[in-house]
């Protein structure tokens, strides 16, 4: 069964920093793709940043200088390193997959507090 399960939100002072972390089936994690995307109330799904197979990456300039995307192909496992968090930040982030196919995960809730 194709899976993304993400975990590492909760709430953090500004300033502070968390580390989101997505564990992947193998079959949709190998040569895909791997993004974070965050939605906040209101507003639409953004893709914060994303991690190709080969390992090029794109940041979103809102994030840029303060968050690290990485992935570890032996834990089929994507990562978002997120430091200096705004209250800006706050939003449900989302981990995905893009390939011939795209795979969401369940969602995870960050919230930063002024």
């Known amino acids: 069964q194709v899976q993304l399960v993400e975990s590492g939100g909760g709430l953090v002072q500004a300033g502070g920093s968390l580390r989101l972390s997505c564990a992947a089936s193998a079959s949709i994690f190998n040569s895909n793709t791997m993004g974070w995307y965050r939605q906040a109330p209101g507003k639409q799904r953004e893709l914060v940043a994303s991690i190709a197979s080969g390992g090029s990456m794109y940041y979103a300039q809102s994030v840029k200088g303060r968050f690290t995307i990485s992935r570890d192909n032996a834990k089929n496992t994507v990562y978002l390193q997120m430091n200096s968090l705004k209250p800006e930040d706050t939003a449900v982030y989302y981990c995905?997959?893009?390939?011939?196919?795209?795979?969401w995960g369940q969602g995870t809730q960050v919230t930063v507090s002024s």
């Open positions: 995905n997959s893009y390939g011939l196919r795209t795979f």
